[in-house]
């Protein structure tokens, strides 16, 4: 059964900067079929795509906040961490990961975490 | 990167009636050398996480009832409810992966009539 879970900080200031850990299961991060992305959800909002790391370690982000994101991977750990600087309130949002690489041999995400609810407030 | 934009944003659609969806591209998600549309749907219920419907923009997932249709190629593309229910109440999200960054169309939010 494959699973994503991902946990960090419920509440951030702003300036601060946000680490979120997503620990999987059921899947290897060493497999060279499988990836994973961060996408988040502003409250009431539309699906925002962060970051993805490849199996090969190859990493992608989004343009608009490609300079304040990190994405990385512990494959011992069975962990992919995102890391996003100056945080601000309009950052506050339901963080998913989820795993792309999915029946179709693409990046279409076939399994997604519960999503963690970080809000950013002083 | 690649606009996508769906419409409706919302509909009402009555019980056992069709519901259908438009998602396009602002530029083809086609992949000519093996002839693939980048192109993704979710379902995305309350307080849930997306759930995958197609991948291929008409390969349905396991599991996904056959109510449900995704077609079109290049930058037009639609998923149909053939007959609504109610547990498909939700809103339904498209999204390319043809290159990155990837990005999601703003939804289409499905209730009721």
């Known amino acids: 059964q494959v699973t994503l879970k991902e946990s960090g900080p419920v509440l951030v200031k702003p300036t601060e900067t946000l680490t979120l850990t997503c620990t999987v299961s059921g899947f290897s991060l060493t497999s060279a079929r499988f990836g994973v992305s961060w996408i988040r959800q502003p409250p009431g909002r539309a699906l925002e795509w962060l970051a993805h790391i490849f199996s090969n370690g190859a990493k992608s982000y989004t343009t608009s906040l490609e300079s304040r994101l990190t994405i990385s991977k512990d494959t011992s750990k069975s962990q992919v961490v995102l890391t996003m600087t100056n945080m601000d309130p309009v950052d506050t949002a339901t963080y998913y990961c989820?795993?792309?690489?999915?029946?179709?041999?693409?990046?279409?995400?076939?399994?997604w975490g519960q999503g963690t609810l970080v809000t950013v407030s002083s | 990167d690649i606009m996508m934009t769906q419409s409706p944003d919302s509909l009402a659609v009555s019980l056992g009636e069709r519901a259908t969806i438009s998602c396009k591209s602002s530029q083809t998600v086609l992949y000519s050398s093996n002839t693939k549309n980048y192109l993704a749907w979710y379902q995305q219920k309350p307080g849930q996480p997306p759930k995958l419907l197609f991948y291929?923009?008409?390969t349905r997932e396991s599991g996904v009832p056959d109510r449900f249709s995704g077609s079109g190629s290049g930058t037009d593309f639609t998923l149909t409810i053939s007959s609504l229910q109610a547990e498909d109440v939700a809103v339904y999200y498209c999204?390319?992966?043809?290159?990155?960054?990837?990005?999601f169309g703003q939804g289409t939010k499905v209730e009721i009539k």
């Open positions: 999204q390319q992966y043809y290159t990155t960054p990837w990005t």
């Open positions: 989820a795993r792309a690489g999915g029946p179709g041999g693409g990046t279409e995400f076939d399994s």
């Open positions: 291929w923009a008409s």
